[in-house]
Nanobody, 126 residues
Framework: QEQLVESGGGLVQPGGSLRLSCAASGFTLGYYGIGWFRQAPGKEREGVSCLGRSDGDTYYADSVKGRFTISRDTAKNTAYLQMNSLKPEDTAVYYC???????????????????RGQGTQVTVSS
């Protein structure tokens, strides 16, 4: 059974860091483009960052550029989102997705994906 499971969320103070993990099972994550989305209460879903299958193609939302970094470890079949300099407005449920034969724009901007996880809560507050 194909599955994505996120972990690493939690409560952090403004300016702090978190690293989210997205473990894939039942399929090989390296064959897919991957992405991280977030959704806060009352707000639209936002494509935060996406990484193409080749790993050379990336997308970052303007709101996180310079602060977040997406990556994957093919040996662990896991994707990551390193989040630094966190702000209260980063508070949301974050979830990862995997997409086959889709550009990073297609994943992050158009929201096209095959698999998605259940999400992990990130709260940035003092």
């Amino acid at each position: 059974q194909e599955q994505l499971v996120e972990s690493g969320g939690g409560l952090v103070q403004p300016g702090g860091s978190l690293r989210l993990s997205c473990a894939a099972s039942g399929f090989t994550l390296g064959y897919y483009g991957i992405g991280w989305f977030r959704q806060a209460p009352g707000k639209e879903r936002e494509g935060v960052s996406c990484l193409g299958r080749s790993d050379g193609d990336t997308y970052y939302a303007d709101s996180v550029k310079g602060r977040f970094t997406i990556s994957r470890d093919t040996a662990k079949n896991t994707a990551y989102l390193q989040m630094n300099s966190l702000k209260p407005e980063d508070t949301a449920v974050y979830y990862c997705v995997a997409a086959a034969a889709v550009t990073v724009q297609g994943i992050c901007r158009a929201g096209i994906f095959r698999y998605r996880g259940q999400g992990t809560q990130v709260t940035v507050s003092s």
